[in-house]
């Protein structure tokens, strides 16, 4: 299965972005949306400007109805990188 090779290689290479946003992307299809927090969470700590967490977490807040911690979250991507509107669409 998909989740023990995931987990396998988070064994082999705990800070890998790319092994954690595609942990998270999978645990989001499983709808496992505080794992995924929880995951973005990390990944942040380890990798402060990964995307990926920064823009998924800003999508759970909305789907949270937390509208604060949204757009907090959207306005420090747009600070931190102003002409990537990539990222919001």
């Given at each position: 299965?998909?989740?023990?090779?995931?987990?396998?290689?988070s064994?082999f290479?705990q800070d890998?972005?790319k092994?954690m946003?595609?942990?998270?992307?999978y645990?989001m299809?499983m709808?496992d949306?505080?794992?995924?927090?929880?995951?973005?969470?990390?990944?942040?700590r380890i990798h402060p400007?990964?995307?990926?967490?920064?823009v998924t977490?800003?999508?759970?807040?909305?789907?949270?109805d937390?509208?604060?911690?949204?757009i907090?979250?959207?306005?420090?991507?747009?600070?931190?990188?102003?002409n990537?509107?990539?990222?919001?669409?």
């Amino acid at each position: 299965m998909a989740i023990n090779i995931l987990e396998e290689a988070s064994k082999f290479w705990q800070d890998s972005e790319k092994i954690m946003e595609h942990h998270c992307q999978y645990l989001m299809r499983m709808g496992d949306k505080a794992s995924v927090e929880t995951k973005c969470n990390l990944l942040l700590r380890i990798h402060p400007n990964n995307d990926y967490a920064s823009v998924t977490l800003a999508e759970l807040m909305l789907q949270k109805d937390d509208y604060e911690k949204a757009i907090e979250q959207f306005k420090k991507l747009l600070e931190e990188k102003p002409n990537n509107y990539g990222l919001l669409a």
